[in-house]
């Protein structure tokens, strides 16, 4: 059952009627039902190590919460470590078991049994483990709440990962209906429809035909690729997250922010304080900052820095390309720290405003460059595939764009129109948004008849021009993948 | 408490306009097969519907063979006999079955006469034998109610690919559509209220098969296998037929796909149910109605306008026995003269001499293109030039040698444009909705080579041949009927084409 199906919608409406009708300290249980429901319905398979993962956390995190290892500090965090063995070992044996099997031991690979959404609930649980270690949050001592918290349905697949300290209470305090904020969720959600069915999912047919023949490929075939799927796969985990959103909100719950408009970001630093912004924070609160983050000194910084994101690369996936990927941000960022002084000393001498427009629209493609090269060794088969990809794109062809070879990719002409203008609106709706408009809040604010009217017109947009439905199989999100 | 209320007030109107919406996309998304298409599907169930209420007598189902042999019109020309050809493309028998249950909400027919074709093996990568397209066909223009249900939940239960949701929101099915929308897609409530032709679409051409042989029928006796779904269905019918008290006809019509095994197989069948069978390519069947395979079937498979009158004429003999009466009825009548119409269409792609075709364009549902390339002027006859201008033409006189000329005659006006170098005109007909664009620059032309050019809705229809280039449209139909070229520089009348 993917978020984009029309049976999650009826049982979205199906959890919205129950948990308005309940009494509001009971309304959590129909959230726990439908998480539950969702996720057996979704995944049959591996549904008990989710299962067994909830019990021995939960007892796990109660025994770390306990009074008789207080003052034995220890055990306490032998225990802790136990507890996060328990969670991370399934995951990375599952991430990374048969690439460490194949690759590296040269040793027959396992048919691992995979959960569904394990990656996000691994690091949500960690960081409840660990929160709770610090005491920076009370123990959740009803298992069903813990339940609830780890399997929330609109997360569990593709994320943001919360804070307990976030969403717990949200989760389990109940919320009396409130217009607002149901109709801002219904808008999120035609907005992810948006991103996923209008853009994400025709990028996708391009890029992944260069991708999946890249050796027929060369010059600007390769650049156009890196674009698209840039393009794609930003549009693809904002969909999810703004249907997550979309969804939270209409029982009255706010999910922290996933992204804020990480390709106008002027740096590879600022990037990742932009992109996918729960799993950097996460790795910022919980590797980067307990390996002393940049208060011992430049070297150590880089040294956490590198680890951090090499962390942030086998989370990813497994396999050279993804460490290469995680390296290669660290790099990024670490060639960007040591450059910076002599920059701005340079800017200072030609008497360039840092912060002028050009300036920025420069820094901005930079980045943007930096980060494309990054996506197509992310993208492609292995490293090695990735690493002659870009070496392909310096070869010239500008013809391809005037002798319509552009429109053999997957896309006739009237579907490349359709997917740049639907980029052109969400270029339009990010700046908007980057210069401080809360679009949501503003629409809601429009009289009815023009809310209905963009809200429809969005709809049959959608369903008239989106690519979805028979002969294609484009429905799962990427990061749902991961 | 008042302001949930009002909310839950504003989502209810909310979502009733929203479902009006989308049921309009959805239906501009559906494929649309009007009588302006080869096989109408569409124009044949909706066209159904406008049918009064217990006046059809015959029903006909089956695949495109019976599509293009059972003749409605000609049945009640020549019988008296109302009938409805459900027949459509690729259809198989559970497509048959559901259609004839959902025929019986509104008719009582007396007679249902099946096309046998797809009783075998025809598409053995589809579950269902035939093409999931043309299943949809069928199924997309039935009314909704249980039969529909039953239909969509029978073909997914058989057809894994299928889904049942594509049936309630075609857009998951159509969602490609949108790049070929065309003025049907806008206008189809306007092209659903025809039913002239009683579902039965005419072909024209001559196969010239010679090597068509009748079957005998005592060479074999072998039995072929029908696939087992369709067999199932077959029994469906036949149960059907017998508990409403309809006499059941099994049919083969002249096909070059047929066989004594095949036959043999029918024939068992229609002997243990007790149910009339007639193959048309049993040899003493297919002399006794005088049909000739080279000029009565449009191809291998199908029959053409003049074989269908053939085999409906001899289909009328045997339901006129079965006891089907005579009636005269205005849904029948009234659609007399579309049906000449149609044999005149079909009639007008095999003249060869240019009098009589030019005095057989001389009609006011048609739209007449012409555009000349090389010269038309030289060896222009007088007798011709009288034609032409029967047809409105003025303007022939100011052809020069070798020169440029193109006209269009419509319904409400005649252009004509001529020169020695390049002329064009542009413009519509049928109130704008069909688009032409006609261009012609004879050899005289120093700035450009000769040419002929007639674009009608973006298709380019010109021979583009020495002379004079004729495109007819026919307003009535919405298509482009023929095409030739009169070589004025010729010594015969002959048409080119």
Known sequence: MSYITINFYFLIIALVILYYILPLKNRWTALLLGSAYFYFKAYKTGWWILFGTIIVTYLLAIIIDSKPLEKRKKLKQITLLI??????????????????????????????????GMSFYTLQIISYLVDVYKRKIEVQKNPFKYALYVLYFPIIVQGPIPRYGDLGHQLFEGHRFNETKFVQGFYRIIWGFFLKLMIADKAGIVAAEIFDNYTKYVGLYILLAGILYSVELYADFMACVSISKGVSNLFGIDLTENFNHPYFAISIQDFWRRWHISLSSWLRDYIYIPLGGSRKGKIRKYI???????????????????????????????????????????????????????????????????????????????????????KNMFAFNPWILFNDSLFTLGLIWKEWAVLLASIALLIFVSAKQEKGTAITASLVSKPLAVRWLISMGAIILIVIFGTYGSGFDAQAFIYGGF | MKKNILFFVKLIA??????????????????????????????????????????????FLGSSHGVAAFLPQ???????????????????????????????????????????????????????????????????????????????????????????????????????????LN????????????????????????????????????????????????????????????EEGIELLLVKTPSTFENVANYNIISDYADINGLAFIDFNQNEIYEKMEYDFCVDNNDGGHLNIWGAKKVTDYLGDVIKGIGVQSREDKQWELSREYYEHILQDCELVHITDCFEYLRAIEEDRYSIFISVMDDAESNLRDDIKDLLANLGLQRLNEITNRGSYCAVISEDFVDE??????????????????????????SASEKGATASSIIISGVENSKNRRGMNIVVYSNETHKVIDSVCIDTCAEDTQLNR
Request: net charge positive; aromatic share 14%.
């Open chain 1, 83 to 116: 507890a996060i063995a328990v969670v991370a070992l399934p995951w990375f044996a599952v991430k990374n078991g048969n690439f460490i099997l194949s690759t590296l031991l040269h040793k027959n690979t396992i048919a691992w049994i995979a959960a569904m």
């Open chain 1, 304 to 390: 956490n820095l590198g680890i951090t994101f090499l962390v942030s690369g086998v989370w990813h996936g497994a396999g050279y390309k993804f460490i290469f990927w995680g390296a290669l941000h660290a790099i990024y960022q670490i060639v960007g720290d040591i450059t910076a002084n002599p920059r701005n000393a340079l800017y200072k001498k030609m008497k360039i405003k840092t912060d002028g427009p050009v300036i920025l629209f420069i820094r901005r493609i930079e980045t943007f460059i930096m980060v494309m090269f990054a996506w197509i060794i992310f993208r492609a088969d292995h490293l090695k595939t990735g690493l002659k990809m870009i």
């Open chain 2, 14 to 59: 909310y979502v009733l306009i929203l479902a009006c919406c989308l049921h309009f996309t959805n239906r501009v998304l559906t494929p649309k097969y009007y009588y302006d298409n080869e096989w109408p599907t569409t124009t044949t169930y909706t066209g159904f519907y406008e049918i009064e209420k217990n006046s059809v007598d015959v029903l």
């Open chain 2, 74 to 180: 000609e049945l009640y020309n020549v019988y008296g006999i109302r009938a409805y050809n459900l027949s459509c493309e690729q259809q198989n028998l559970l497509v048959s079955y559901y259609w004839l249950k959902e025929a019986l909400r509104y008719q009582k027919p007396k007679v249902v006469v099946l096309d046998c074709r797809m009783l075998f093996e025809y598409n053995k990568y589809e579950p269902l034998n035939t093409a999931e397209s043309c299943t949809r066909k069928a199924i997309d223009y039935m009314k909704w109610s249980s039969v529909k249900r039953e239909a969509i939940n029978s073909i997914c239960e058989n057809d894994k690919n299928q889904t049942a949701l594509s049936y309630y929101f075609p857009n998951i099915r159509f969602h490609t559509r949108w790049t070929s």
């Open chain 2, 183 to 242: 003025e049907n897609d806008f206008f189809y409530s306007e092209m659903e209220q025809s039913a002239e032709l009683k579902g039965y679409a005419p072909l024209y051409n001559y196969c010239g098969y010679e090597d068509y042989v009748p079957l005998d029928i005592t060479s074999s006796a072998d039995r072929a296998t029908m696939v087992p779904l369709m067999r199932e269905y077959l029994d469906k019918i036949t149960e059907l037929c017998s």
């Open chain 2, 417 to 442: 444009m001529a020169g020695t170098e390049l002329v064009r005109l542009a413009g519509s007909v049928r109130n704008g909705r069909v688009l032409y664009t006609i261009t012609s620059t004879g």
